[in-house]
T-cell receptor, first 116, second 115 residues
Framework: GAVVSQHPSRVICKSGTSVKIECRSLDFQATTMFWYRQFPKQSLMLMATSNEGSKATYEQGVEKDKFLINHASLTLSTLTVTSAHPEDSSFYIC????????????FGSGTRLTVV | AQSVTQPDIHITVSEGASLELRCNYSYGATPYLFWYVQSPGQGLQLLLKYFSGDTLVQGIKGFEAEFKRSQSSFNLRKPSVHWSDAAEYFCAVGILTGGGNKLTFGTGTQLKVEL
């Protein structure tokens, strides 16, 4: 079946630094990738949708200059949290979908970001 | 706007007992409905989905869900719960937007299984 690999699984960074999270589709071409944020004991909130080779579409309220999304290839998307602050600490999850998959989403295992 | 409601934040059942997790949705068109399971610190695994056709959908791990349009519900059921089913369960509705289709999730139900 379709597999999405997300790295790192955990990262701790200092306030003011930037952190990059990678999301790779291992056995299919991901034409669309989604990035979610999940606060403790809460649901997943969609941050942005990216199509390969295009600029990401951000949800209302998400700062695009803070959460940089790159989807330069059909197997890799990255989320960079720039100038991270403690309030950015959260669980980030990516999801990928191939061309013609309709609603065939495959989720990564998530990244726990802690900003100290 | 579309929304998904999972009324139960926590549910505790005994191993071997039956389970029903509730999900109600609000969406103007015919919904695409999903149930996902999340173990602690992990991503989401698809249990089952409903697009059209038979309103009773079978999924993995012995789960099933029934779509009831009149009640705007898509409740998840399992006849006999196993201790390994303890996890967080999310109901989601797929919607079509100008930017393509995407998922809106409910707030989740935490399932605890007592041995």
């Amino acid at each position: 079946g379709a597999v999405v690999s997300q790295h790192p699984s955990r990262v701790i960074c200092k306030s003011g630094t930037s952190v990059k999270i990678e999301c790779r589709s291992l056995d299919f071409q991901a034409t669309t990738m989604f990035w979610y944020r999940q606060f403790p004991k809460q649901s997943l909130m969609l941050m942005a949708t990216s199509n390969e080779g295009s600029k990401a579409t951000y949800e209302q309220g998400v700062e695009k200059d803070k959460f940089l999304i790159n989807h330069a290839s059909l197997t890799l998307s990255t989320l960079t949290v720039t100038s991270a602050h403690p309030e950015d600490s959260s669980f980030y999850i990516c999801s990928a979908r191939g061309a013609g998959d309709g609603y065939g989403y495959t989720f990564g295992s998530g990244t726990r970001l802690t900003v100290v | 706007a579309q929304s998904v409601t999972q009324p139960d934040i926590h549910i505790t059942v005994s191993e071997g007992a039956s389970l029903e997790l509730r999900c109600n949705y609000s969406y103007g068109a015919t919904p695409y409905l999903f149930w996902y399971v999340q173990s602690p610190g992990q991503g989401l695994q698809l249990l089952l989905k409903y697009f059209s056709g038979d309103t009773l959908v079978q999924g993995i791990k012995g789960f099933e869900a029934e779509f009831k349009r009149s009640q705007s519900s898509f409740n998840l059921r399992k006849p006999s719960v196993h201790w390994s089913d303890a996890a967080e369960y999310f109901c989601a509705v797929g919607i079509l937007t100008g930017g393509g289709n995407k998922l809106t999730f409910g707030t989740g139900t935490q399932l605890k299984v007592e041995l």
